[in-house]
């Protein structure tokens, strides 16, 4: 690994404007549970790395109904898989968060992280997804607000502008709904997805989103369409599971094919459907 300067700024501000003054050749750090690998293999080498971690008030996890969850950018993956709000009303999240990695890397790892990373098979993002979740940034100009859908980008690239940092992720209370996150990956321990999903049943509605089936996380629009306000017929689960497959653009790589991960796109709706009918 190349010699870095460690920064560790305790307010946003501070953050935001070290950001700026080194601007590409900075990153920030947040768990470093991708940063570090990254660095460690050279795929980069920032001169100057941004600790987040000394910053007040952007940890923490607190939820109402009238304003949803809200997941501190500090938060960890074994903090969302144990809090008994997210245990209670977003279940799909706590166990997206609790199959990232090992015990370790879950007590470092944040969602924040998860998301600003912007792997495609990111684990926290098919949850999020479904519920619409938004992503509260801070950038010296002021703060916003953008859609997690609108968020990220491709690989890799999202949307933060010079010096902006993620803050928080706000999820919305929705109090009818019930679902389900599956991951498939070679192992059933430590290894990441070969395909992930959630299903999420609101009332009448249906919400899909898949990963690792295409360049971002996808919510799968023509089928949730296609479900509106229809009894869930096994004809109609098995339209939906058909379609969805067109929906996903996977490639082959190490973890499997193109076909494979077809069929698990098929395979995740046709299950959820059908557990949660
Ligand atoms: C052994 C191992 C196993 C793993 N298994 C999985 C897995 O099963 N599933 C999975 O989804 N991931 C997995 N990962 C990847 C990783 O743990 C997650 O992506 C993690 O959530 C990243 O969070 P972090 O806090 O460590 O981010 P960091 O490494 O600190 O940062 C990741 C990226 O986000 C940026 N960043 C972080 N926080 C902020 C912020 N607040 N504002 C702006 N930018 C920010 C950083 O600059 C960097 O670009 C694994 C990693 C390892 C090493």
Not at 48 to 69: A, C, H, Q, R
């Amino acid at each position: 690994m190349r010699d870095f300067v460690y920064l560790a700024p305790e307010t946003l501000e501070e953050a935001a404007a070290l950001k700026l003054e080194h601007d590409d050749k900075a990153i920030f750090m947040a768990g470093a549970t991708d940063v570090m690998i990254r660095m460690r293999d050279y795929l980069i080498a920032p001169d100057y790395v941004i600790d987040l971690k000394n910053i007040p008030d952007i940890g923490g996890i607190t939820f109402s109904e009238t304003d949803g969850l809200h997941i501190g950018a500090l938060a960890t993956m074994t903090q969302i898989a144990t809090n008994p709000h997210v245990l209670a009303h977003y279940p799909t999240l706590a166990e997206a968060a609790s199959f990232v990695g090992g015990r370790q890397i879950r007590n470092r790892a944040t969602c924040a992280g998860n998301i600003v990373n912007a792997s495609p098979l990111a684990d926290t993002a098919t949850p999020l997804y479904c519920y619409d979740a938004v992503v509260e940034i801070f950038g010296l100009p002021g703060r916003r607000e953008v859609p997690i859908r609108d968020f990220i980008r491709f690989v890799r690239k999202v949307d933060l502008r010079p010096g902006e940092l993620v803050t928080g992720i706000r999820v919305p209370y929705l109090a009818d709904a019930k679902g389900i996150f599956r991951k498939v990956a070679r192992r059933n321990e430590v290894d990441l997805s070969t395909v992930c999903g959630t299903v999420l049943r609101t009332g009448a509605g249906w919400r899909i989103s898949m990963g690792s089936v295409a360049p971002t996380p996808l919510r799968l629009n023509k089928t949730e369409a296609l479900l509106a306000g229809k009894p869930l017929t096994d004809a109609l689960i098995e339209e939906a599971a058909t379609l969805a497959a067109t929906e996903v653009s996977p490639i082959d790589d190490v973890r499997a094919d193109r076909q494979y991960r077809l069929d698990i796109v098929s395979y995740l709706v046709r299950d959820g459907l059908t557990k949660l009918r």
